[in-house]
């Protein structure tokens, strides 16, 4: 089974740091694009960075400047660095990779796309 395991989130002041990492599992061939999206409380899932298999990184205009995306150094995992955190950051964060080939049972599957469960990052005042 392919999943994606987040860990780093928690409870942070403003103005502070913190490093979200995600792990993909089982045993993987391959996969594109990985990212990071956040979910605050009665809002809608959104886009907070992705990293390309090139390298290729996109931020949202929110977090542009302070938050940084990288693969790890384990393969097919990603960071996110998250500085000087405000109180609107505060969400769910879930990671996601897209165009997965994993082999499950000497079977080749192919998924659009895999998501975490998700690590909750709050940021006090």
């Known amino acids: 089974q392919v999943q994606l395991v987040e860990s780093g989130g928690g409870l942070v002041q403003a103005g502070g740091s913190l490093r979200l990492s995600c792990v993909a599992s089982?045993?993987?061939?391959?996969?594109?694009?990985m990212a990071w999206y956040r979910q605050a409380a009665g809002k809608k899932r959104e886009l907070v960075a992705a990293i390309t298999g090139g390298g290729g990184t996109d931020y949202a205009d929110s977090v542009e400047g302070r938050f940084t995306i990288s693969r790890g150094n384990a393969k097919n995992s990603v960071n996110l660095l998250m500085n000087s955190l405000k109180p609107e950051d505060t969400a769910v964060y879930y990671c996601?990779?897209?165009?997965?080939?994993?082999?499950?049972?000497?079977?080749?599957?192919?998924?659009?796309?895999?998501w975490g469960q998700g690590t909750l990052v709050t940021v006090s005042s």
């Open positions: 089982g045993s993987i061939l391959s996969l594109n694009t």
């Open positions: 996601n990779a897209d165009g997965v080939v994993g082999v499950i049972g000497g079977d080749v599957h192919r998924y659009l796309e895999v």
